[in-house]
Nanobody, 118 residues
Framework: QVQLVESGGGLVQAGGSLRLSCTASGITSSRYAMGWYRQAPGKQRELVAQIGSGDLTTLTTYATSVKGRFTISRDNAKNTVYLQMNSLKPEDTAVYYC?????????WGQGTQVTVSS
């Protein structure tokens, strides 16, 4: 059974930092592209950041709104992907979801709430 378990969310003041973690089980996550998505109330889920697999682990993609503030990384030995979020803004408030994708296989975590107060 595949599980992606996120942690690290919480309440933080604007300008603060959080680090999200997502640990995978039931898959060899190193084979998967891993990503973070977020969904704010009343809005569609959107890609925040993604990191490649295998030889593409240095390939990262970021939403324009988080470039320069967020950093995605992975530790394949721990089957874990991270999202370091700095200079947080109230508009970053959302449920953040971990995603693992390999071809037609697409797995999601249950989400972790991030709330940024002004």
């Amino acid at each position: 059974q595949v599980q992606l378990v996120e942690s690290g969310g919480g309440l933080v003041q604007a300008g603060g930092s959080l680090r999200l973690s997502c640990t995978a089980s039931g898959i060899t996550s190193s084979r998967y592209a891993m990503g973070w998505y977020r969904q704010a109330p009343g809005k569609q889920r959107e890609l925040v950041a993604q990191i490649g697999s295998g030889d593409l682990t240095t390939l990262t993609t970021y939403a324009t709104s988080v470039k320069g503030r967020f950093t995605i990384s992975r530790d394949n030995a721990k089957n874990t992907v991270y999202l370091q979020m700095n200079s947080l803004k109230p508009e970053d408030t959302a449920v953040y979801y971990c995603n693992a994708i390999l071809g037609l296989m697409n797995h999601w975590g249950q989400g972790t709430q991030v709330t940024v107060s002004s």
